[in-house]
């Protein structure tokens, strides 16, 4: 596969879990709760939280780590007046849980 179709293939994922209402104003499902003042409130997972959790889900269930065109996102990013950042930071949070889990 090669980046293109991975930054599409990361694309439609993203796009698929906007349009079924995943972000702001998310459904219960896809937000975390948070704990203020004795008051539990819901909030809408961000795109670098889905992009941690799908590394850890990918570790836990034996998956091998996916490798995102994170410098194609970038020029993207740039040449379309940061259109992908759902994509940058998704590749972002998957990055980083897949380095935090490298380092045990």
Partial sequence: M????KL???HDYVKKNYERGNYD???ESW?????????????????YQMGFDQAVKD???HRAFHHYPSELVKL???????KL??????INGYNAA???????
């Fill in 98 to 104: 897949k380095k935090h889990i490298q380092e045990q």
């Fill in 31 to 47: 937000s975390t709760e948070s704990v203020h003042a004795g008051q539990a409130t819901t909030e809408p997972m961000s795109d």
């Fill in 59 to 61: 570790h836990e269930q």
């Fill in 2 to 5: 090669n980046a293109f179709q």
């Fill in 25 to 27: 104003g998310a459904k």
């Fill in 76 to 82: 993207g990013n740039a040449v379309s007046d940061h």
């Fill in 8 to 10: 599409t293939q990361l």
């Fill in 85 to 90: 950042a759902e994509l940058s930071e998704f």
